[in-house]
């Protein structure tokens, strides 16, 4: 069976966000079922396993499973929690959210796995973000209702012209921005420059440029919104955000001698917020940190998951 579109865009994100949860291989000394080389052995589903690079090959394991062998997909799924769970243990365990986000990618493929859904078997996980009062479990619970509306229209945006889908991909931000209580500013005009908006984050203020295009960002156009950026008060600070994601000569050439004020933000990350993997105040944090520590404009949500969101 040939996977849809749809289905594997789903599965390429599901490899990201499971990356963290096994090893692909296990350490030479170590129990080899706890490994996603040791599940697909074990489900006879090793043809699959392809090996080397682990995102690449997680995400043919669970193509080939769901396109090859789709009753052994629930099984798959199950068994790569359940390891987790061992392999993770109390110093990082899996989290409630994490299982709740694992269940949305499942049931969009076309299955529910009762397990995973059990509320006894989710009341024993702890919460990644626990509710701090009232006020907070409101805000989590409009959240929680709002995301996935957003989510629905960021995908139907594929089906709109080029310049219709960028003035949709503006609103799109203003709201997905205010349902994060960040304030946004729609797009403003300046003498001979152009600004997609701003939004107040944390004490500061982030000036914001967004392309939706089929190439990636590149070097040429950080610069120019670091110079709108830079040319503004001390505290500025940009948010590129580019939905196709960022070339890696680009950022190189932007990192080469030069202090970076700007975050990047690709579609996968939006992805990642909209489906409740992160919060986008979280995400903006865990990045403006990894800008001001290691001079990166742009670190992947995988690599964020993979260091634990630190």
Same mark, same amino acid.
């Given at each position: ?30 129990? =080899?079922? $706890? ?9 006879? /589903? ?38 987790? $769970?061992? !392999? ?7 989290? =409630? ?7 949305? !990618? ?7 796995? *009762? ?13 990644? #973000?626990?509710?701090? &009062? ?7 619970? &409009?959240?929680?209702? #709002?995301? *996935? ?10 089906? /709109?012209?080029? %310049?219709?889908?960028? !003035? ?18 729609? *797009? ?14 944390? @004490? ?17 156009? +950080?610069?120019?919104?670091? @110079? ?14 580019? !939905? ?6 680009? /950022?190189?050439?932007?990192?080469? @001698? =030069?202090?970076?004020? +700007? #975050? ?10 909209? &489906?409740? @993997?992160? %919060?986008?105040? =979280? ?16 670190? *992947? ?5 993979? &260091?634990?969101?630190?």
């Amino acid at each position: 069976m040939v996977l849809s579109l749809a289905e594997t865009q789903i599965i390429s994100e599901m490899a990201d966000f499971l990356y963290s949860f096994l090893p692909g291989k296990p350490h030479p000394y170590a129990n =080899r079922s $706890i490994s996603f080389a040791g599940i697909a052995t074990d489900l006879e /589903l090793e043809k699959y396993w392809t090996g080397g690079s682990k995102r690449p090959a997680i995400a043919a394991l669970l193509e080939g499973t769901l396109s090859q062998e789709k009753s052994k997909f629930c099984s798959l799924m199950t068994q790569i929690v359940n390891r987790s $769970i061992k !392999y993770r243990g109390k110093s990082d365990p899996i989290s =409630r959210e994490e299982i709740e986000l694992l269940n949305d !990618y499942i049931q969009k493929l076309g299955f529910k796995i *009762p397990e995973l859904w059990d509320p006894k078997f989710l009341e024993t996980l702890p919460t990644s #973000i626990p509710p701090k &009062n009232e006020e907070e479990i409101v805000k989590r619970k &409009n959240l929680k209702n #709002i995301l *996935p509306l957003l989510l629905n229209e960021l995908v139907g945006f594929n089906k /709109l012209a080029p %310049q219709e889908r960028g !003035y949709a991909f503006e609103k799109f931000l203003t709201v997905f921005f205010s349902a994060f209580e960040m304030h946004p500013r729609s *797009p403003f005009r300046l003498v001979g420059e152009q600004i997609d908006g701003s939004i107040d984050f944390e @004490g500061n203020t982030y000036l914001i440029e967004a392309k939706w295009q089929t190439k990636l960002v590149g070097n040429d156009e +950080l610069l120019s919104l670091n @110079g709108k950026v830079g040319g503004k008060a001390t505290w500025s600070r940009g948010i590129f955000i580019s !939905y196709s994601g960022f070339s890696e000569d680009g /950022l190189l050439a932007f990192s080469r @001698g =030069r202090p970076t004020n +700007l #975050i990047g933000i690709s579609g996968q990350d939006l992805y990642f917020v909209l &489906n409740g @993997g992160m %919060q986008l105040d =979280r995400m903006i944090s865990i990045k403006a940190r990894r800008a001001a520590e290691e001079g990166r404009v742009f670190v *992947p949500v995988q690599e964020l998951i993979i &260091n634990n969101f630190k």
